[in-house]
């Protein structure tokens, strides 16, 4: 009798983990994902478009109207180590934490945790245009670009190679 009473705690304590698993579960594409995940992701998402592999830049990207949507990789079929999005011809969406219409375009194509993560973020620095922010699942980096706005979505662990990259580009010549 015992045993079959710890039987069926350890079965009810199992079963109430797997909700808990699904929900931590990303049903979205982010940094750190296998390209494959997130050129699958983009299928499902209507705003988005379709990924191509470009090889000069070393990662996929596609343009639907005015939203520029690109994913860059370690390899052809490596993982994301950042992700951007670049609204142009539209100049009531600025990427801020204050502007609504930023918030809710990357609520939209990401969740509202992503876009609350992003709200949320503090500012660290800003080099030449790039403004950098650390959230408290990923960091971001923001710019206003020519005839638009740009959002990057990089790994916690990466933001301070990005801010030493982007310094060192302010002296020297680098590749965009």
């Known amino acids: 009798m015992l045993k079959n009473h710890i039987f069926y705690i350890k079965l009810s304590f199992a079963l109430c983990t797997v909700p808990v698993s699904l929900s931590l579960a990303p049903a979205h594409a982010l940094p750190g994902q296998n390209i494959k995940t997130v050129v699958n992701w983009v299928k499902t998402k209507a705003m988005l478009p379709a990924l191509k592999y470009n090889s000069e830049s070393h990662g996929y990207d596609g343009t639907k109207g005015k939203l520029y949507f690109y994913a860059d990789v370690t390899s052809q079929n490596g993982t994301v180590t950042k992700e951007g999005i670049t609204v142009s011809g539209n100049s009531s969406l600025k990427f801020t934490q204050k502007n609504s219409p930023s918030v809710k ?14 709200q949320k973020s503090r500012n660290v620095i800003k080099v030449g245009r790039d403004l950098f922010s650390r959230g408290q699942k990923y960091a971001y980096i923001t710019a206003e670009v020519q005839g638009g706005s740009a959002f990057q979505i990089i790994s916690l662990s990466s933001l301070q190679d990005a801010i030493d990259n982007a310094k060192f580009c302010q002296t020297n010549q680098c590749d965009i």
């Open 105 to 118: 375009l990357i609520q939209n194509i990401y969740n509202s945790s992503i876009a609350n993560d992003y």
